[in-house]
């Protein structure tokens, strides 16, 4: 792996204080107890490699930590149980309005200690995770080409367009902003599927471990995706806190874990219990998996979320002069759960419901097209076309009619398309806006980050779709009906 780099704010021979804590830093794993040996010929179930333990820490030890991706002080004081100042005080050198913390970065950290603690192993980085940086040498049809399994001559329809085995696995991995690696080593771990080239249909209603609506290859890995992201980034936002797992016990969160390998946690505890829980989350299972099929993920760039990221400047997404609604608080970015990266706002209409329009939603700043699909406008704001890197912003609902082609590079305030209910589920005639960055979703009413438009700032509300805009005193309220307390102008 590369040696992290060393921020700015602090001083040079802190090289050398990093390399003293490697031996804490969130890639290494920790050494493992071998279990006893037992006569081969005594049948045994396979068993998980047992996990290492923490130490009791008396109240407000500082230990140490190095920075991951995507951390900040307020995640990292609701995971050790402390506070921003108590951390910021035990490290001097970190401006305090820092936003992300720079991956590699060596810390101290006051922590208070909670009983019961999951494992600390990491079974995947976040960029391993995400729909980023991390897939721009990798082939995902050329690879499935190389699998002996049936999967690769699998096939369905989604979204009224037939798709092969590559077209699915890119479907969910573009949509959800997912790494298809993660996906595919998911059907390999549960099912092998990439491996065995015998299909059994009759498996195929409950693929991936998931019953009741879920009834096909394709929509359990939809609910798979689906999960994966709920438990990212609820952790991710400091609201996972704890599982609850099958036999009625309660693991509270290892406070030095990343966010991929807790929503691994969280994902597994649905599907499996007792060893097959504990073996799916160590070392022999899908860690094992993963890297059999793509390698060592922890020796590749680990950086998703680089130190001191802020949003570029947006406006609203509507002309100047014009009054829109703002219809939908913050809710799911894709999917039905966590992350709740978006935001919706409609034109004004005589009647509601599913109705064309003349308005336009407009660039809210520079950028080239990187991808359309039914309903879907992807503006990449580094301009190379690839919206797996830097910033960009998903636009949901958009009508085929007039909407802007692949590569179209467009300024700040030029027409991306009509809303419509084109592509997902809608109700009425709508945009929906969000926000990645390097493949990850960025929550729009993020502490740290927020969705800023002209300086309106989303509030979340008690469920998604709720919420407010808020600007100064200026007040919006988020409502389906579009009544005038939910009107917004574009200045």
């Given amino acids: 792996m590369k040696t992290p780099k060393i921020p700015l704010f602090r001083w040079l021979n802190l090289l050398s204080i990093l390399l003293i804590l490697a031996s804490c830093a969130p890639h290494q794993r920790p050494s493992y107890i071998i279990t006893e040996e037992v006569p081969s ?31 900040n002080l307020e995640l ?18 970190i401006p305090q309005n820092v936003t992300t913390l720079p991956p590699g970065f060596p810390m101290k950290m006051p922590i208070y200690y909670v009983p019961f603690w999951g494992p600390s192993y990491q079974i995947i980085p976040d960029a391993a995770f995400v729909y980023g940086p991390d897939l721009q040498d990798f082939d995902l049809r050329v690879f499935l080409d190389s699998t002996e399994g049936w999967f690769k001559n699998y096939g369905a329809f989604i979204q009224e367009k037939y798709r092969n085995s590559a077209g699915i696995i890119k479907y969910y991995a573009e949509n959800y902003s997912l790494n298809p690696k993660l996906l595919l080593a998911l059907v390999e771990y549960q099912t092998g599927a990439l491996s065995n080239p015998q299909r059994d249909q009759t498996k195929e209603a409950t693929f991936l471990g998931f ?8 929509l359990q890995i939809s609910y798979a995706s689906d999960l994966l992201n709920d438990g990212f980034y609820r952790y991710f936002n400091g609201e996972l806190t704890s599982l609850a797992l099958e036999d009625g016990s309660i693991e509270n969160i290892d406070p030095w874990q990343n966010s991929a390998t807790v929503a691994l ?13 504990k073996r799916a989350i160590g070392p022999d299972g899908f860690a094992k998996t993963f890297e059999e099929l793509f390698g060592d993920p922890w020796q590749r760039n680990l950086t998703v979320l680089p130190g001191s990221l802020s949003q570029p400047q947006f406006i609203l997404p509507f002309q100047t002069g014009t009054t829109w609604s703002y219809t939908g608080g913050p809710h799911t970015g894709w999917g039905s759960r966590k992350p709740w990266a978006a935001i919706d706002f409609a034109p004004p209409s005589q009647t509601q419901g599913c109705v064309e329009t003349e308005q336009y939603a407009l660039a809210v700043a520079n950028g ?24 960009v912003i998903l636009y949901l609902h958009v009508a085929e009619e007039g909407r802007v082609k692949v590569g179209d590079r467009l300024k700040q305030g030029d027409k991306v398309g009509r809303p419509s209910c084109e592509g997902g589920s809608a109700t009425g005639t709508h945009i929906h806006l969000a926000r990645k960055y390097n493949g990850q979703w960025i929550p729009a009413a993020s502490s740290v980050l927020p969705f800023n438009l002209e300086g309106w700032i989303p509030v979340e509300g008690l469920a998604a779709y709720q919420g407010k805009l808020v600007r100064g005193t200026q007040v919006v309220r988020a409502s389906t009906l579009s009544d005038s307390a939910s009107m917004i102008s574009a200045d």
């Fill in 76 to 93: 990292l004081s609701l995971r050790f149980g402390t506070s921003p100042s108590e951390i910021l005080f035990s490290n001097p050198d």
């Fill in 265 to 277: 946690h969280y994902y597994f505890s649905q599907v499996y219990q007792g060893e097959a829980y």
């Fill in 368 to 391: 080239v097209v990187a991808r359309i699909d039914i309903g879907t406008v992807m503006l990449d704001l580094d301009g190379d076309g690839d919206e797996r890197t830097g910033w």
């Fill in 41 to 71: 010929n005594t049948p045994i179930e396979p068993t998980a490699t047992p996990f290492d333990t923490r130490p009791v820490y008396p109240p407000g030890t500082l230990v140490d930590y190095v920075a991951q991706s995507g951390d």
């Fill in 211 to 218: 019953e009741n609506y879920h009834s096909s290859v394709e």
